[in-house]
């Protein structure tokens, strides 16, 4: 997206290590426009509440049916089991 100075409200100051600031001036320097433009662009993509709700349901709804326990403690087991390794 393109801006102009007469759009932009708000100054933001932020502190980045040297990794970080190096990865985003590299980018800065291949597309030929400031940091500034790369950070815009970059929280111009973040996804809204929405889609990312919109894009779980999606993959729920998707998803191949599955047997259950009987035993709703042993359910319980398992979702927990899930999420533990998807933290990991």
């Known amino acids: 997206m393109c801006y102009c100075m007469c ?3 708000h100054r933001v100051q932020i502190l980045l290590d040297d990794e970080r600031y190096r990865k985003v001036a590299r980018e800065a320097k291949r597309r030929r426009v400031s940091i500034a433009a790369v950070i815009r662009d970059a929280l111009d993509r973040l996804p ?26 042993d359910l319980r087991g398992e979702l927990d089991a899930a999420r533990d390794r998807s933290h990991q």
């Open 7 to 9: 759009m932009l409200d």
């Open 48 to 73: 809204i509440d929405a889609e990312v709700r919109r894009t779980a349901i999606d993959a729920i709804l998707a998803a191949e049916p599955m047997a259950l326990p009987v035993d709703p403690a």
